[in-house]
């Protein structure tokens, strides 16, 4: 063996030793991730395989450009930091969207590169970059209408009859020109370019009808197809670093896809096709009793003599960054002898993980937190369910009227508590469109108001007890 032979077989194994690696750093970050406690140190794990990754790839063989891959890596690392400390905590989950998005979109990117430089008719490696690119481009646009859906700037679903029809003449039409790109020998740049259009417009076709209600799902199935698509590029690139990325980012978004779902008690295709989050306003007449308003020192009152209190947070805590005052607040009942816990439903806020991420920032520990399957036998037990902007993970019709988009959804059983407060900005429904039942109950009372504000004079009131 030559010297030059010896040293590119070196150089060879040291590199796919450093992926090996970058893949155990991966899947250590991916389990510790799995827990609040330990998902701190998850992320670091998976950064530093990401790195390896990085570095491995930069010292390639063959590798050029490097002035632009660096001011790449530049800008890229300012925006991220920049974002990350600028954006707050309630608009997480449209950063969130959008870096989705972004994954999609530079795996639609290298797609197109490649597509465009080789041309078609190189069997696997085609079309796995054809699959790579379709999916990575559905994800970028359908990412972009999520954050715009979140974000306000597209303030409703639309909606208009033959929609799914369209959908399926998009697929079709950005399938064909990928298949064509596939079989036909040297391929055609109006083919890669049909496939990318067509599946652009296939993200938005798909999006564009799906309400605020489904967002945690849509989201985590966007997340998904990034990695799915990465991973394909990977093998079309021959790259163990994107296999390995993709396919555990893509596992995991499946996964977690499935999770929410099920905590919906809906299929997927129910998700994207059903139209549910803007429709449920039959539910609302069903509902009999009346709405029974509390001023907050009564509430106080009630908090500082319970011996158990179940807190229910939701979106509304969310968007009045109210989580450190009822930690605050929380924190005083227990220094009373008040048993105080955290009930956490599956889908609550806007992205997966939303509440648990909001309670973590303001220091609830994390045994006093607990999900649906896990707390939902304590309520009975519980003097006061507090619920704070949450709505439909806690509206009994889930239970027991079949005609409701959510019968049959898991919820938490905040109704069996002997007492429930409802702190809430207004009268509106959820983000299903749906009248909670939970807010007529004889054991209800409503507490309107800025969550933020009334954890304020819940604090004074508790205090002015002594």
């Known amino acids: 063996m030559s010297g030059a032979s010896s040293g590119l077989w070196s150089a060879g194994a040291l590199i796919q030793a450093s ?11 991916l389990k510790r991730m799995s827990s609040p406690v330990s998902a701190r140190s998850g992320i670091v794990w998976a950064g530093a395989g990401m790195l390896v990754a990085t570095v491995v790839t930069l010292a390639y063989p063959g590798m050029s450009n490097y002035p ?9 690392a300012a925006l991220a930091w920049w974002s990350g400390k600028r954006v707050a905590m309630t608009n997480m989950p449209q950063m969130i969207a959008l870096y989705n998005g972004m994954g999609g979109g530079a795996a639609a990117s290298i797609a197109a590169v490649e597509l ?8 696997m ?5 054809v699959a790579g690119g379709l999916i990575g481009a559905v994800s970028f646009s359908g990412s972009a209408i999520a954050f715009g859906k979140l974000q306000g700037l597209i303030q409703r679903s639309i909606r208009f009859r033959g929609q799914q029809l369209l959908s399926v003449l998009l697929l079709i039409g950005a399938v064909l020109p990928g298949v064509l790109e596939v079989v036909r020998p040297g391929g055609s740049a109006q083919y890669v370019t049909g496939l990318l259009s067509g599946a652009l417009l296939l993200g938005l076709a798909m999006t564009l009808p799906i309400g605020g209600a489904d967002m945690p799902v849509v989201i985590s199935l966007y997340n998904a197809l990034t990695g799915l698509a990465v991973g394909f590029e990977g093998f079309a690139l021959h790259n163990a670093a994107m296999i390995i990325a993709g396919t555990v980012v893509g596992s995991a978004g499946t996964l977690l896809t499935q999770l929410m779902a099920k905590a919906m008690n809906r299929s997927l295709g129910n998700v994207l096709f059903s139209g549910f989050g803007e429709s449920g306003g039959e539910a609302a007449g069903a509902v009999s009793g009346s709405l029974k308003p509390i001023e907050s020192p009564d509430v106080g009152v009630m908090l500082a003599f319970a011996q158990k209190v179940i807190v229910v947070p939701g979106y509304g805590m969310a968007v009045a960054q109210a989580q450190h005052k009822i930690w605050e607040l929380c924190q005083l009942l227990i220094e009373r002898g008040v ?3 955290f009930a956490i439903h599956p889908v609550a806020g806007r992205m997966p993980g939303h509440m648990n991420v909001l309670l973590a920032e303001a220091g609830v520990p994390y045994d006093l937190i607990g999900d649906l399957e896990e707390i939902n036998g304590e309520f009975e037990t519980a003097d006061v369910a507090l619920i704070i902007g949450a709505n439909d993970v806690v509206n009994p019709v889930a239970r027991t009227e079949k005609s409701s988009p959510i019968y049959g959804m898991p919820i938490l059983n905040a109704d069996r508590a002997r007492n429930v407060i409802v702190i809430k900005r207004g009268k509106g429904a959820g983000f299903s469109g749906i009248e909670n039942a939970l807010f007529y109950l ?3 009372r409503m507490l ?3 969550a933020q504000k009334v954890g304020a004079e819940l604090i004074q009131a508790v205090k002015a007890l002594g």
Not at 19 to 28: D, G, K, P, Q, R
Not at 68 to 76: E, K
Not at 116 to 121: P, Q
Not at 125 to 129: F, H, I, P, R, V
């Open 19 to 29: 992926y090996f690696l970058t893949a155990v750093l991966f899947i250590m970050g």
């Open 125 to 129: 490696s085609t079309a796995l970059a």
């Open 116 to 123: 465009y430089r080789r041309g078609g008719g190189e069997g």
């Open 442 to 444: 004889d054991n209800t």
């Open 448 to 450: 309107y108001g800025d």
């Open 339 to 341: 048993t105080v816990r």
């Open 68 to 76: 632009l891959i660096g001011a790449a890596i530049v800008l890229g």
